[in-house]
């Protein structure tokens, strides 16, 4: 089984400071983790995924996240946060392809870019 | 090339009515996934169909229903409307479970009213 827990429903920053949406896993085994973006009205859109390899995985818009399996955690970051990042982002996981695919998506976490 | 379509975009009816929301995948790909945002819930994961095949259903009533058509475009339909019906219904396609990740990208969405 797996789940994924986003914590902070709202994240309010303020324009060029730092973003930081948390998201921590559970898997049996290593997963797949992904984040996506969601703006007013709209579907889905992929901003980054880890399947395998080098931990630190860029995106785009200039976000990045870190897995790590110590912390069971793959936290978003973005250096200077920007008007346009207003909006809700998703993260999830997904168990290694090989048998039944579930993606299991957490609850969303609203950022809002104060000027 | 093109992304996932979904149509309508938006869709009203009245309680007791039918619904039918209609997707196609991005080419190549053949899962198909449907997904409830209602207000506040989050992604509530609906359906899944593979090659034809439905593969998983989330936990709802079987007045949700779908298909999956040989070009792997799919279908959902929502018998017997409620008025907590109203929601984005999105649509995400990916590969295939076996042609590797499992990558959802997802459609812009069908904003069902029910009043």
């Known amino acids: 089984a797996q789940s994924v827990t986003q914590l902070g429903s709202h994240v309010s920053v303020s324009e060029g400071a730092l973003v930081l949406l948390r998201c921590n896993y559970s898997s049996s085994v290593p997963p797949y983790l992904f984040w996506y973006v969601q703006y007013p009205n709209q579907g889905l859109q992929l901003l980054l995924k880890?399947?395998?390899?080098?931990?630190l995985v860029k995106g785009i818009n200039g976000f990045e996240a870190e897995f790590k399996k110590s912390e069971t955690s793959f936290h978003l970051t973005k250096p200077s946060a920007h008007m346009s990042d207003a909006a809700e982002y998703f993260c999830a996981v997904s168990l290694p392809r090989g048998g039944y695919q579930k993606v299991t998506f957490g609850t969303g976490t609203k950022l809002q870019v104060i000027p | 090339e093109a992304g996932v379509t979904q149509s309508p975009t938006h869709l009203i009816k009245t309680r007791g009515q039918q619904a039918t929301l209609r997707c196609s995948p991005i080419s190549g790909h053949t899962s198909v996934y449907w997904y409830q945002q209602a207000l506040g819930l989050g992604l509530q994961f609906l359906l899944w169909?593979?090659?034809?095949?439905?593969?998983n259903r989330g936990n709802f009533p079987p007045r949700f229903s779908g298909r999956q058509f040989p070009n792997y475009s799919s279908e959902l339909n929502v018998n017997a409307l409620e008025l907590e019906d109203s929601a984005l219904y999105l649509c995400?396609?990916?590969?295939?479970?076996?042609?590797?990740?499992?990558?959802?990208?997802f459609g812009p969405g069908t904003r069902l009213t029910v009043l």
């Open positions: 880890y399947t395998t390899g080098a931990t």
């Open positions: 169909y593979d090659e034809g095949e439905e593969r």
């Open positions: 995400a396609s990916s590969p295939g479970w076996t042609k590797g990740t499992d990558t959802q990208y």
